[in-house]
């Protein structure tokens, strides 16, 4: 299967121009209330389903897919976790997924994520230990889940280290729920939506801004695979 990145459709990016009729169409289908299926914080909110639509256009995915994995914390939209992985398992350049390797104890303790580069065969590999969440700040802030949690944490920041190093372009610069929980405040819950309990400026705001640096993005990505 080939999992190198696609091209969007540059009708697709131009959504907000003459294919903005398309994202209010699907924002009618998801923004319906009786739209059991669709997120809490998506149905009956036809702004926010034509504003994620045209970002999963960006992104080249389901809407739905995207309604069920984004986030807003800290003025930034971002990824799960898990998802993020799953995008880069099926659009990196490795040959097949991500692996994990975890060893040590105590503050030794760690994961190495790697994968063999589909090119030439090379194992890439990216590692986050306990010594180096503590030494961040990531360890010891309230609620982590670094303390509850440490061996899921350390497959989800050396997956996003390795990510970050050899194909940054898969996410387009977004980030993951965990990695913003660590550096900025901290995040409640809203639906299916994360947001923090700070003055800001509104989630459509936010998401139309992210959508702007995706499409500069895609538009730099695009012409160096030309």
Not at 152 to 171: N, Q
Request: a negative charge; charged letters at 25%.
């Amino acid at each position: 299967m080939d999992k190198q990145l696609q091209k969007v459709d540059p009708d697709a990016v131009a959504i907000f121009g003459h294919q903005a009729d398309k994202a209010l169409e699907w924002a009618d289908v998801y923004g319906d209330p009786g739209a059991t299926l669709v997120p809490d914080a998506f149905r009956g909110n036809r702004a926010n389903c034509a504003i994620i639509t045209q970002m999963a256009y960006v992104l080249n995915v389901l809407p739905l897919q995207l309604m069920q994995s984004v986030y807003e914390v800290h003025g930034k939209i971002g990824f799960d976790s898990k998802y993020a992985i799953g995008i880069a398992n099926q659009r990196g350049p490795f040959r097949g997924s991500i692996k994990y390797e975890i060893s040590g104890t105590g503050d030794a303790r760690k994961c190495e994520a790697w994968a063999l580069h589909q090119d030439d065969g090379e194992r890439c590999v990216a590692e986050c230990s306990i010594a180096i969440a503590k030494a961040e700040g990531w360890y010891n802030k309230s609620g982590s889940k670094w303390q509850t949690m440490p061996d899921v944490m350390l497959r989800y920041r050396s997956a996003m280290f390795l990510i970050r190093a050899y194909c940054p372009e898969v996410l387009l610069g977004l980030q993951t729920a965990d990695e913003i929980r660590d550096i900025g405040p901290e995040v409640r819950e809203m639906g299916d939506v994360r947001v923090v309990d700070e003055p800001s400026r509104s989630a459509a705001t936010i998401i139309v801004e992210t959508i702007g640096d995706l499409q500069t993005d895609q538009a730099t990505v695009t012409a160096a695979m030309r």
